[in-house]
């Protein structure tokens, strides 16, 4: 499966979502995730992504495995919605796009 990491947290520039052939993001406050059971591993989304947010799981960063179970879990949480079509990125993103260490910023 693929991955969305960290990077992607009180950004979610959403310009994954449209290059998507099997429609496997999900939309949470403040990050997409992808669900596991839907994605197809065709990397499509990954230079989409203008934050580099997505990676194929084998490539993740040693720092980013974490991502892997968030991903699974919040595809499935309540409230995480299929999201298919781009929208406008979360208001402060270019403030929060160079920043790491963001996943005590992550609202569920
Ligand atoms: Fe997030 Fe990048 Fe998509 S910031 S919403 S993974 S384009």
Same mark, same amino acid.
């Given at each position: 499966t693929h991955v969305v990491s960290e990077a992607c947290i009180r950004c979610k520039?959403? #310009? %994954? &979502? #449209? &290059? %998507?052939p099997v429609d496997c993001f999900r939309e949470g406050p403040n990050m997409l995730v992808i669900d596991p059971d839907e994605c197809? #591993? %065709?990397?499509?989304c990954i230079p989409e992504c203008p934050v580099n947010a997505i990676y194929a799981e084998e490539d993740l960063p040693a720092n980013q495995i974490a991502f892997i179970k968030i991903n699974a879990e919040l595809a499935l949480a309540d409230g995480w919605k299929s999201i298919t079509k781009r929208k406008p990125a979360l208001p402060d993103a270019e403030e929060w796009k160079d920043k790491t260490d963001k996943i005590g910023e992550l609202v569920r």
């Open positions: 520039y959403t #310009d %994954c &979502v #449209d &290059v %998507c197809i #591993d %065709c990397a499509v």
